[in-house]
């Protein structure tokens, strides 16, 4: 069992930045890849950001590239996602997300590539 707890969302004004993180408890957590995932309301919950067990490798949707950027400390246990230039149609709840195994089968986008999900945390950016 895997526990995922998000944290750092909040209010903000269009072009202002905002860290979340999620702790990781219950299983090793360097052996898991990581995603974040952002739901708005009535649409579809969507992929944000990945990063491999290592830190090595990191993926991004389009429209956060240059913005957001993924990291983890594997001695924390935490994974974490740094936004800044924050956009209103970045508002949406963030969900972290974590792949026991060291490969994402379905793809690092694919929601069922993860096996544990946090409870979300809400970002607002005001426009």
């Known amino acids: 069992q895997v526990q995922l707890v998000e944290s750092g969302g909040g209010l903000v004004q269009a072009g202002g930045s905002l860290r979340l993180s999620c702790a990781a408890s219950?299983?090793?957590?360097?052996?898991?890849?990581m995603g974040w995932f952002r739901q708005a309301p009535g649409l579809e919950r969507e992929f944000v950001a990945a990063?491999?067990?290592?830190?090595?490798?990191?993926y991004y949707r389009d429209s956060v590239k240059g913005r957001f950027t993924i990291s983890r400390d594997n001695a924390k246990n935490t994974v974490y996602l740094q936004m800044v230039t924050l956009k209103p149609e970045d508002t949406a709840v963030y969900y972290c997300?974590?792949?026991?195994?060291?490969?994402?089968?379905?793809?690092?986008?694919?929601?069922?590539?993860?096996?544990?999900w946090g409870q979300g945390t809400q970002v607002t950016v005001s426009s």
């Open positions: 997300a974590a792949a026991l195994s060291g490969a994402w089968y379905g793809g690092f986008k694919a929601l069922s590539a993860y096996d544990y």
């Open positions: 219950g299983r090793t957590f360097n052996s898991m890849n």
């Open positions: 990063i491999n067990w290592s830190g090595g490798t990191t």
